[in-house]
């Protein structure tokens, strides 16, 4: 078993200690487990949302650095960091992560024209087409960045709390465009199993899994996007069973931001 995306309380979101964390994951027989805390520099330029606290780096990558030589044998733990896009904030997000020895990164869009798409009254007053519209256009833009990012993170995402049910036959041109360009790029797809309350068990959900594999997508993984210790590695055979229905035989986890693959 692996997981790609998890948080501890180095994120603004999560209270979880990290060694908390880990520890989880190694009771859970983890063969894999990513850590990747939230850098949110795109909430520096939120309009609808209060500020909130900015991934102290330093003291995040010492943790990881310490992590790494006490659990050594015991899981193969990853430095990880997952990026929240917008257009204001790209170039600070790259300047910061580039200098890091990470191993993965994953690329994930949290707001949208300068605001924060898990604030309910964002979709007040607005069509299907005005919510998801500019969401997807963002996921694709998102992709031409140059972070050095392997994940692409919860690709509906919007989804958690949108009055909405996001389908991919309502948008499957601009849909496809996103999967082939990530195939293109050779970017990895997650299967997030963090839905909150959205009436789906994992995002994307099985079409769009199943289109991307159609489109010639190779690489995905599996992501609990865990923020308390009970949601590490939560739905993994729901999600894993899913991906195999879908045509995928493995799960990539990245060391050095290379993929290794995990026989499903």
């Known amino acids: 078993m692996i997981d790609s995306h998890t948080h501890s ?5 999560s ?18 487990l990513a850590v990747t805390d939230h850098l949110d520099r795109d909430f520096l330029y939120c309009t609808n949302s209060k500020p909130i606290k900015q991934l102290d780096i330093p003291k995040y990558a ?20 997952e990026c929240g896009y917008s257009e204001k904030s790209q170039k600070m997000t790259f300047d910061d992560v580039t200098p890091l020895n990470t191993d993965v990164v994953i690329n994930s869009v949290h707001t949208v024209k300068d605001e924060d798409v898990y604030v309910p009254a964002y979709y007040e007053n607005k069509t299907k087409d005005e919510v998801f519209l500019p969401y997807i256009n963002a996921v694709l833009k998102s992709l031409d960045i140059a972070l050095p990012y392997d994940i692409v ?20 041109g601009l849909l496809d465009e996103i999967f082939k360009k990530i195939i293109q790029k050779g970017k990895c797809v997650e299967i997030n199993t963090h839905v909150k309350f959205a009436k789906a068990d994992f995002f994307p959900e099985y079409d769009f899994i199943k ?27 729901l999600a894993a069973h899913a991906v195999k229905q879908a045509g995928f035989k493995y799960f990539a986890a990245y060391i050095d931001h290379k993929p290794e693959f995990y026989k499903i």
């Open 9 to 13: 309380a180095h994120s603004a979101d």
């Open 15 to 32: 209270v979880m200690p990290l060694f908390d964390l880990i520890n989880t994951a190694v009771a859970l027989k983890l063969d894999y």
């Open 62 to 81: 010492e943790a990881m650095r310490e992590a790494k030589k006490i659990y050594d044998g015991k899981i193969k733990l990853a430095f990880g960091i």
């Open 153 to 172: 993170g919860h690709i509906g995402y919007i989804a958690r709390k949108a009055p909405f049910r996001f389908l991919y036959e309502d948008y499957d």
């Open 211 to 237: 289109r991307y594999r159609e489109l010639g997508g190779e690489l995905i993984t599996f992501s609990s996007d865990a923020h308390q210790t009970f949601r590490v590695a939560e739905k993994y055979d």
